[in-house]
């Protein structure tokens, strides 16, 4: 499985990377989603994109909306990993496409649970 990281905070994006690469990811990182969409464009093999909503250049909402409209990218699932927490922030984002949607400051265990939401991860067996 191969990742995303979308965020312009260098320490959110490890924190991020660093929780998806315990549950088996590669993950690759940008700064942003202009850098997210020439990443993609170079190579497109990503199973999950986590997009922060607040960036420069393309935030995260014109990513989504930029990869929605990319045939080829279609099956790329996108979750949103932001402080934008009112509700019609997040319906908006889901809207745009995004699968799913993820409110900072999160646990580890909260991403793995949105990871298992969206089929990316197998669900824990209970002891």
Known sequence: MRALVVD???TMRRIVAGILERQGFEVLQAEHGEEALAVLEEDDRFDLLCI???????????????VRKNRQWRNITMMMVT????QSQIVRALAAG??????KPFTPEELRAKLELLG????????
């Not at 995004?98 to 409110?103: K, T």
Request: aromatic share 6%; proline share 3%.
């Open 120 to 127: 990316l991860v197998s669900v824990k067996e209970l002891a």
């Open 98 to 103: 995004a699968h799913e949607y993820l409110i």
């Open 52 to 66: 922060d909503w607040n960036m420069p250049v393309m935030d995260g909402l014109e990513l989504v909306a930029a």
């Open 8 to 10: 312009d905070s260098r």
């Open 83 to 86: 402080t934008e927490a009112e």
